[in-house]
């Protein structure tokens, strides 16, 4: 029986132990809500006063943030501005140092032709006086013997004479002068003309070479070779005596350009390589330019055309062996093919004639130079070029106002 007992009451001890047991459990946790509340307060307001502050102050941080992310910002800007600075600079010290290898260069020409016995030019031996001078350009008339008309008429016109000229010179740094060479005849009634000319005017740069219409590639040489032994200029051009130009805007026009070394400017064209012989611009060498039909390579138009001094200066030491071809622009052109040369083609520099570069002047562009293409100049440019400038001309005061 005892064991019987036993054996029905530790089932019962058991069901009571487990009831206790969730009993207690759920004590304790209403004991845990209890003590949890009792624990939980609510923040002073000098707590909530603090915490908004460090808001604020945080909010501060962060407009500090946007301040600083907005002069972020701005950067770019001025980065772009040194990096621009620093370009400049550095085509200010590529064209320092091409004026110097081309100087260099020509001082061991001239060394070579004192050491192997040829002679110097006159033209070369120039005063010191004169090359402490800087200019900025000097603008060669290429003219003919038979052109006193057409010399006249620019002289009326677009070239200042006499004190004008002076102090166009000795004020705004640009020297005009006609090119011509001699004749076949040295010394003859062609040539004492023109000494009698330039006695009156003094506007003339004589060249050692025998003048004609086929010789102009060798006479561009020779112009070159000339006037940068005489004027250290930062710009040397070359214009024709039909051609009407206005000498203000074409200094503003190349003082955008002086900073960069080997610069060549003109109105850029392709043409056909005429390989037919008798027509006029007659290619004898057309074979050189590949298959008939082809064009040339992109050269300035020889109405106009203006280089740097390295590039002048590098015509002159190698004049010897540049290569002429039947015409003078193609071979101004040739010159410079395989050269680091930067092309600009300002189209400025070809108006037509009234009224395109009428209106062009009245638009507010005006016209570096001007001419008709069907003639390759001024057509009748001895009696039109008046005209031309009346109503395309800058104006007086442009010239004498410009800051190049």
């Keep these: 029986m005892s064991y019987k007992s036993r054996g029905v009451e530790q089932p019962s ?17 209403c004991a845990g809500l209890l003590f949890t509340n009792r624990m939980w307060t609510v923040p002073e307001a000098k707590d909530i006063t603090r915490t908004t502050g460090t808001g604020n102050e945080k909010l501060n941080l962060v407009s500090d943030g946007c301040e600083q992310t907005h002069n972020i910002r701005r950067e770019p800007k001025d980065i772009m501005g040194e990096v621009s600075k620093t370009h ?31 002679p110097i030019s006159d033209n070369v031996k120039v005063s010191e006086s004169t090359r402490k001078r800087k200019y900025l350009m000097v603008i060669g008339v290429n003219t003919a013997f038979s052109s006193r008309k057409r010399r006249d008429s620019v002289r009326a016109t677009w070239m200042p004479q006499g004190e004008k000229r002076k102090k166009m010179e000795e004020e705004k740094g640009i020297i005009t002068r006609f090119v011509i060479g001699h004749s076949a ?10 000494e009698a000319e330039d006695r009156k005017h003094g506007d003339f740069l004589r060249l050692d070479h025998v003048e004609g ?3 102009l590639s060798a006479k561009t040489k020779i112009y070159f070779a000339t006037a940068v032994a005489l004027w250290d200029a930062d710009f040397y051009i070359k214009v024709d005596d039909d051609v009407h130009v206005n000498i203000g805007t074409l200094g503003t026009t190349l003082a955008r350009h002086r900073s960069k070394p080997r610069v060549y400017i003109g109105c850029m064209k392709s043409g056909p390589v005429l390989a037919q012989k008798g027509v006029r611009y007659h290619e004898p060498e057309y074979w050189k330019f590949g298959e008939e039909g082809n064009k040339y390579f992109r050269h300035a138009t020889g109405q106009l055309y203006a280089v740097s001094k390295d590039l002048a200066t590098y015509i002159s ?3 010897h062996v ?12 040739a010159w410079f093919i395989g050269l680091d040369v930067e092309h600009i083609d300002d189209r400025r520099l070809c108006c037509g004639t009234p009224p395109d570069c009428e209106w062009k002047a009245q638009a507010g562009n005006v016209c570096v130079a001007s001419f008709d293409w069907s003639c390759s100049g001024i057509c009748k440019s001895a009696e039109r070029i008046k005209e031309v400038h009346q109503r395309c001309g800058e104006g007086e005061n442009a010239l004498w106002n410009a800051v190049f």
């Design 13 to 29: 001890k058991s069901v009571v132990s487990r009831n206790w047991a969730i009993l207690f459990c759920l004590g304790s946790f």
């Design 88 to 118: 400049h600079a550095i085509q200010t010290l590529d064209k320092t140092i091409s004026n110097l290898e081309m100087e260099l260069a020509a001082a061991r020409a001239a060394q070579e032709s004192i050491l192997n016995g040829s």
């Design 185 to 194: 005849t040295s010394g003859g009634i062609l040539d004492k003309a023109i």
């Design 213 to 215: 219409y086929l010789e």
């Design 317 to 319: 030491i190698n004049q």
């Design 322 to 333: 540049l290569h002429k071809y039947a015409n003078e622009d193609v071979s101004l052109g």
